[in-house]
């Protein structure tokens, strides 16, 4: 976000670091083995390559001084270029603990824990930054930036608020704030940022679009084709603009000039891939499924045959509901495209969602002779013949998938649950225990192998840390606390699992298992009336066994 064309500044760690370096030294003399002798070596030698030389000497400089806080944030820096990023986090943070107001380490600091993906450290650091020193441009932008990156729009708000306070000038920072404002529907604050914005820097191109979106928004739709019109005047090869002035067209019921603009559109995004990511961040990546419909029908005329298009059809569709267009769409999509792959898991998931399972079978059976070599292939192919109680079938197709890949996690648990409902359970437990191994942390895992044990009355103080380690990963999961308090009443701890039991069921209220085991343990206990009413609301809720708890029923009768 933050590298827009409406920033003037993004930089780097490297370009951080650079700047770094030209900060003043402190006065010294230049003999050798002096600090600051030393400093100027280490920089020379950077200047020629010699990094591992560069930071030895810049060691050496930090020994001579070593409570020069400039000289540990160098060596910091030489860090980072080395890769050495763990060891450059060790200096600023000892830097911070004596120093916790030197705005250049928080700076360095904080534009390392973004670039690690530890974007609250970042926060916290650049919100220190303008605490400190409240001219920091760049830092609000960027600070800013990653607010809205997590949806906090009052947070993101209250940021580029204090940038325009402190920057009249900044139409990056009101160029946000008309964003925010449009995510907010304050419609009016937006219109008046983006106005802003333009006073600013007249030639801005993005906030011109931004501005008639809010015009169409509004229906005012006059205002908006002029500005899409004078921006395609200005620069006939805008493809945002283009987009949006054949929506606007469509809209208005315009619907020979939005084909006389998408129809070319589809054509040349044959060649050209800037169109089509225009395409996805416009109106996909948000979205507004509605609108790339309207605008993806109409170039697919230009292309019919373009597998990118009917790709992003069947994403279309299916966000806007029609499922079946969408599988259509998505078949379409040629076997040499990059987007076969995912068009063929996303027609599965349809075909499974629509519970189509025999045309998935088929779908996939087809998919998987054009492309083989897919382990996700097998996976839903496993899954279907699963649905369908085809055991064999489905423990041929998974253990097909796992000859291209032995430790493909999902294609063991799959064989797992299989194994399990075909009342083979010493492999469906061998099968848990593989993924186990191979991702020690998954707690549908541990859940199910624990679960199992317990079910078959074995192993329960295994089966019951198994299932606490799965919710250490997955707390207030309604169904790993059934599984745990299954556990307790297959110890006989009935007292114990009534709590959990209970908790379970209101986690997961339309569960028939759960009420049955919650009628167990209150049977168990004496409470023989709650019994019979769970009972009751687990034949309600849809259980497979509607005799069996029936005759649970029947047995508690007076």
């Not at 810049?58 to 020994?63: D, E, T, Y």
């Not at 001084?65 to 540990?72: H, I, R, T």
């Not at 169409?216 to 620069?235: C, K, M, N, W």
């Not at 499924?289 to 993806?296: G, M, Q, T």
């Amino acid at each position: 976000m933050l590298c827009l064309i409406l920033l003037t500044g993004c930089a780097t760690i490297g370009e951080e670091v650079r700047e770094l370096a030209a900060s003043p030294v402190p006065e010294s003399d230049d003999s050798p083995g002096n600090a600051y002798y030393l400093f100027f070596e280490s920089q020379q030698n950077l200047k020629r390559g010699n990094l591992d030389l560069a930071i030895s000497l810049m060691q050496q400089a930090m020994g001579k001084d070593p409570d020069s806080v400039y000289l540990k944030r160098e060596l910091a820096g030489l860090r980072l270029m080395n890769q050495e990023t763990d060891t450059a986090v060790e200096i600023m943070e000892e830097i911070l603990a004596d120093h916790p107001n030197d705005v250049e380490t928080l700076i360095l600091f904080g534009r390392v824990k973004q670039n690690l993906n530890q974007q609250q450290a970042a926060i916290d650091a650049f919100e220190r930054v303008i605490t400190l020193d409240p001219f920091q441009e760049d830092i609000y932008l960027q600070l800013g930036g990653m607010y809205m990156d997590r949806e906090e729009w009052e947070a993101a708000q209250t940021v580029f608020q204090a940038l325009v306070d402190h920057y009249p000038g900044s139409y990056a920072g009101f160029f946000y704030l008309g964003r925010i404002g449009a995510i907010q529907d304050d419609i009016q604050a937006a219109r008046a940022h983006f106005e802003k914005t333009l006073l600013l820097e007249p030639g801005l191109v993005e906030p011109r679009l931004e501005l008639a979106a809010l015009y169409e928004a509004e229906g005012r739709y006059d205002q908006a084709t002029a500005i899409y019109s004078a921006v395609l005047q200005a620069s006939p090869g805008n493809t945002q603009a283009q987009l949006a002035l054949g929506h606007a067209y469509h809209r208005q019921g315009l619907e020979a000039q939005a084909q006389q603009l998408l129809i070319p559109l589809g054509q040349k995004s044959r060649d050209d891939p800037e169109v089509l990511r225009v395409l996805v961040r416009q109106y996909l990546d948000p979205r507004d499924y509605e609108s790339a419909l309207i605008i993806v029908q109409s170039m697919i005329q230009g292309a019919p045959e373009s597998s990118d298009l009917n790709y992003l059809a069947g994403v279309a569709l299916d966000g806007s509901g029609d499922k079946q267009a969408a599988i259509e769409h998505l078949r379409r999509v040629d076997p040499n495209s990059r987007f076969f792959r995912n068009a063929a898991v996303h027609a599965a998931m349809l075909y499974q969602e629509t519970e189509q399972l025999e045309a998935a079978i088929d779908f996939m059976r087809q998919t998987i002779e054009i492309d083989p070599g897919h382990p996700e292939f097998y996976l839903y192919l496993g899954s279907f013949y699963e649905q369908v109680d085809a055991h064999v079938e489905a423990e041929q197709a998974l253990k097909a998938g796992l000859e291209l890949n032995p430790r493909h996690s999902r294609l063991l648990f799959r064989l797992g649950v299989v194994y399990d409902k075909w009342e083979k359970k010493n492999d469906s437990i061998a099968a848990m225990q593989q993924v186990i191994e191979i991702e020690p942390d998954n707690a549908n895992a541990l859940n199910y192998l624990g679960y199992t044990y317990a079910e078959m009355g074995i192993n329960l103080d295994e089966a019951e840390d198994l299932i606490l380690k799965a919710l250490v990963h997955k707390p207030g999961d309604g169904y790993i606390i059934d599984s745990l308090a299954w556990v307790y009443y297959k110890q006989g701890q009935y007292e114990k699992a009534l709590p959990l039991l209970e908790e379970a069921a209101e986690l997961v209220p339309d569960d028939p298992i759960i009420k049955e085991h919650l009628g167990d343990v209150y049977s168990k206990l004496g409470l023989m009336e709650k019994a019979r009413q769970s009972y009751r609301q687990s034949i309600e809720h849809g259980h497979s066994d509607t005799a069996a708890i029936e005759e649970k029923i029947r047995l508690l009768e007076p």
